[in-house]
Nanobody, 119 residues
Framework: QVQLVESGGGLVQAGDSLRLSCLAS????????VGWFRQAPGKEREFVAA????????NYADRVRGRFDISRDNAKNMVYLQMNSLKAEDTAIYYC????????????WGQGTQVTVFS
């Protein structure tokens, strides 16, 4: 019932910045935490960042803390991931996911957007 669409990926040089966007539609009232995850070739999907329903709490993976910033605008049904000081190791497909049941797992996913960082 919740649909997510990511955008904003691209090819950038190490040290550059990108801003990813996630547009939600459907039963957006069912969304609690919304998070960003990434998956590199040959690796499992890993957690990047998440933000609470009201935007008052944010969590980050150690490898991106201090460089990435997650935010959301519920009036626009948008979630953003500002990525700064990008590194080659950040290269991956980035997905947004929504927690649709309170205290539950992230059960709704977008199709992903490719981020490629060259050095």
């Amino acid at each position: 019932q919740v649909q997510l669409v990511e955008s904003g990926g691209g090819l950038v040089q190490a040290g550059d910045s990108l801003r990813l966007s996630c547009l939600a539609s459907g039963r957006t009232s069912d969304m609690y935490y919304v998070g960003w995850f990434r998956q590199a070739p040959g690796k499992e999907r890993e957690f990047v960042a998440a933000i609470s329903r009201n935007g008052d709490t944010a969590n980050y993976a150690d490898r991106v803390r201090g460089r990435f910033d997650i935010s959301r605008d519920n009036a626009k049904n948008m979630v953003y991931l500002q990525m700064n000081s990008l590194k080659a190791e950040d290269t991956a497909i980035y997905y947004c996911g929504a927690q649709t049941i309170l205290y539950g797992a992230f059960g709704s996913w977008g199709q992903g957007t490719q981020v490629t960082v060259f050095s």
